[in-house]
């Protein structure tokens, strides 16, 4: 496994990050496909043994569940809290991003995990009814009273995280190291403005579903995996641009048949040459962790990102709103 620096905080993650929505509770209204504690605990204990030392849950996945899943699996591991990098979320939750609802959420955050402080602590969206002071001084106050060491944003307009920004500058306080927004080989919408202030900023980047949820990892559209055949939100994200997206895919299984690799290698390997410091890889299988592992040490040529890039047409806009 290789490392990196989120931002300027001194953090070292992994380059590829354990995305935690596929522990926890299933549930009619979340997600049927989750993973019970059991494997939950397994699917860890295989990261950390590839040397994966960065999990990204939030306050709502699976009702709470996925991060009391993710504190447990690491209290029955024996693992050393200083030795993995813990990311959480909020705002899908009663009042947003408002004072009283941050300050309410990191400490049930902090009890489902069974620890004391995040080492990162994001905001799931932009926050359209709160002021932008209020959300940064609130932050701002958890990395003050050491219950969280850096934060994130996630999944916004461009302009937005600019705001945001030049909000906490302007009053000292601290800003933004990272952003998880949505970004793959099928979906590069934010390549147009986000990413370029991210740059502009330092910020590394932390995409969600690198690899479209599965759908850059095998060669039809859909698979027989469970979550391929209940998740609503899924079909939402990616069915409207599925002519052109299969064309792209199949690109990824040529390249991957000429290296001899998963799928999964090619498409991550797009996100390390774009510079992306770690991908979060959803975790519902030992083997998707193992494939994803392999791109780490995998490169692509330029002729080769482009050959990927060059069949995207403009999509519409997902996850910002």
Same mark, same amino acid.
């Given at each position: 496994?290789? #490392? ?12 590829? @990050?354990?995305? @935690? ?8 209204? +979340? ?11 397994? &699917? ?22 996925? /991060?009391?899943?993710? *504190?447990?699996? +690491? ?28 300050? =309410? ?11 004391? #402080? ?9 926050? #359209? ?22 934060? *994130? ?15 906490? /500058?302007?009053? *000292? ?9 949505? $970004? ?23 995409? $969600? ?25 899924? =079909? ?35 996100? +390390? ?7 979060? &890889?959803?975790?519902?299988? &030992?083997? #998707? ?14 002729? /080769?990102?482009?050959?990927?890039? /060059? ?9 910002? =709103?």
């Amino acid at each position: 496994m290789k #490392y990196t620096e989120l931002g300027n905080t001194g953090i070292k993650v992994s380059r590829i @990050c354990v995305g @935690c929505m596929s522990f926890g509770e299933a549930s009619e209204d +979340f997600h049927l496909w989750t993973l019970p504690q059991k494997e939950t605990t397994e &699917v860890v204990k295989a990261a950390l043994d590839l040397g994966i030392n960065f999990f990204d849950t939030a306050n709502t996945y699976s009702h709470g569940t996925s /991060e009391e899943y993710l *504190g447990h699996a +690491f209290r029955e591991l024996g693992v050393k809290r200083e030795d993995v990098v813990i990311a959480s979320k909020v705002y899908f939750n009663e009042g947003k991003l408002k004072r009283e609802a941050i300050l =309410r959420e990191i400490e049930g955050t902090l009890q489902r995990l069974g620890t004391d #402080y995040l080492d990162l602590y994001q905001i799931h969206r932009y926050d #359209y009814d709160t002021p932008d002071e209020e959300v940064m001084e609130t932050l701002d106050q958890l990395v003050k009273a050491g219950k969280v060491r850096a934060i *994130g944003a996630s999944a916004m307009y461009g302009y937005q995280f600019h705001n945001l920004q030049i909000t906490a /500058e302007k009053h *000292g306080w601290t800003k933004f190291s990272t952003m998880q927004d949505h $970004y793959n080989l099928l979906y590069r919408e934010d390549e147009r403005e986000l990413i370029p202030v991210c740059k502009q900023y330092g910020v590394s980047l932390i995409p $969600y579903s690198p690899l479209a949820g599965g759908h850059l990892t095998h060669k039809e559209w859909l698979s027989d995996s469970k979550r391929s055949a209940t998740d609503t939100n899924l =079909r939402a994200k990616y069915d409207q641009a599925q002519e052109n997206d299969m064309k792209i895919i199949a690109r990824v299984s040529e390249l991957a048949e000429k290296h001899g690799v998963p799928m999964a290698v090619i498409a991550l390997a797009w996100h +390390f040459a774009k510079g992306v410091a770690s991908p979060i &890889v959803g975790a519902g299988k &030992v083997k #998707y962790l193992e494939d994803a592992a392999k791109a780490v040490d995998f490169s692509l040529t330029e002729e /080769e990102v482009t050959y990927l890039e /060059e069949l995207y047409e403009p999509h519409r806009i997902v996850g910002a =709103r």
